[in-house]
């Protein structure tokens, strides 16, 4: 299906396709990100399309040169393994492409004797980096932390009736997979922050989101009570299940209407990527990941699922406890400590707002 529907992605209003298939990427003799739009012959034309976006300069050679700001996490997928991906590029467009060491920031200068290849150039590795954001860890998430008492003691009760019982009844469950009562929360938002720039950029729209978005809805519709209970898992399979979750109850359908407009401003922002209709909010209280505490992005094929049957069956109707919206975070992923939550780039306090 890679190869008779590959997938679709936008880059500056222009649709690619995209084929992740290698071999179909070999046997056709075709670069795996491969340009479906139109590319007229003058190059007049082109630059007259192209001048706001990409800046091209003669040089004293009679070439021209065009210099742009990479965040340096993309710099591996450009230079690819050997240089294999920079050299391609530069082969197929007829340029140089000049790239700061690994680890060092600055820019990437693509120099070439027609306007025409060197705005192709652009084209690719603007193509390549919007591809390969999906495989960078996520770095900052919007949370809405969960800091009651009652929900931290249900939770260990939870945890332990759990453990007691799952020495005979549940394959691959022990401690390591349960979160830390002081790190539960709700997940709002996620983010790729890659430098210092994104990272201000991220704190002044959550600061506007709290402005424009988060207390006007608050005071139009009151306070909103977040009640926690019953345990649901990610899959259909209880039986081999990677993360388990409390359910949200709510009364009305404001927490929903709420973060759904939360994600809509970050989204607009180009800050996310739009990759659900509406976000499954939840409290995850065990997950196959935690295990490897300390890697950024452990894969699945290192997981090891767990049996959440006789779980769900005993705990389906748990009470874990009730709080009110009364703050939101831009919370680090990563920077935890034994007894802290997350360390927030920015905090929403909305309890004046009732």
């Not at 709290?210 to 519709?221: G, K, M």
């Amino acid at each position: 299906m890679d190869v008779t529907e590959p997938k679709i992605v936008f880059v500056e209003g222009r649709r690619y396709r995209v084929f992740e298939s290698e071999a179909w990427s070999k046997d056709r003799g075709r670069s795996t990100y491969d340009e479906e739009s139109y590319e007229p012959g003058d190059d007049s034309v082109i630059d007259e399309c192209n001048d706001e976006q990409i800046v091209i300069v003669p040089t004293s050679d009679g070439h021209f040169k065009h210099e742009f700001y990479v965040p340096k996490p993309y710099f591996p997928f450009i230079i690819g393994v050997k240089h294999a991906t920079r050299k391609k590029f530069e082969s197929d467009t007829a340029t140089s492409i000049s790239i700061p060491k690994l680890g060092y920031d600055g820019n990437i200068v693509i120099r070439g004797r027609s306007r025409r290849g060197i705005i192709s150039a652009r084209r690719r590795i603007d193509l390549l980096i919007e591809s390969s954001t999906k495989s960078l860890p996520v770095t900052h998430f919007l949370s809405i932390p969960m800091f009651g008492d009652s929900i931290r003691q249900n939770f260990n009760a939870f945890k332990e009736d759990v453990l007691r019982n799952s020495k005979t009844n549940a394959v691959g469950v022990d401690e390591d997979i349960f979160q830390r009562p002081h790190l539960l929360h709700l997940t709002l938002v996620c983010l790729i922050l890659l430098d210092e720039k994104e990272h201000k950029q991220a704190i002044e729209t959550f600061n506007a989101c709290e402005t424009e978005i988060v207390r006007p809805f608050l005071r139009e519709n009151g306070p909103i009570s977040i009640k926690l209970q019953g345990v649901e898992c990610m899959n259909d399979d209880p039986s081999d299940v990677n993360v388990l979750y409390t359910k949200i109850q709510t009364k009305d359908d404001n927490l929903n209407k709420l973060v759904d407009e939360i994600y809509e401003y970050f989204y607009q922002t180009g800050l996310t990527r739009r990759e659900y209709k509406t976000i499954k909010l939840h409290m995850t209280i065990m997950n196959s990941a935690f295990k490897f505490k300390g890697e950024t992005q452990p894969s699945y094929k290192k997981r090891k699922s767990f049996d959440a049957t006789e779980i769900i069956k005993a705990h389906k109707d748990t009470y874990f406890g009730e709080v009110n919206l009364e703050s939101i975070h831009l919370s680090q992923r990563g920077t935890s400590t034994e007894d802290h939550y997350y360390r927030a780039s920015a905090e929403m306090n909305l309890k004046d707002c009732y």
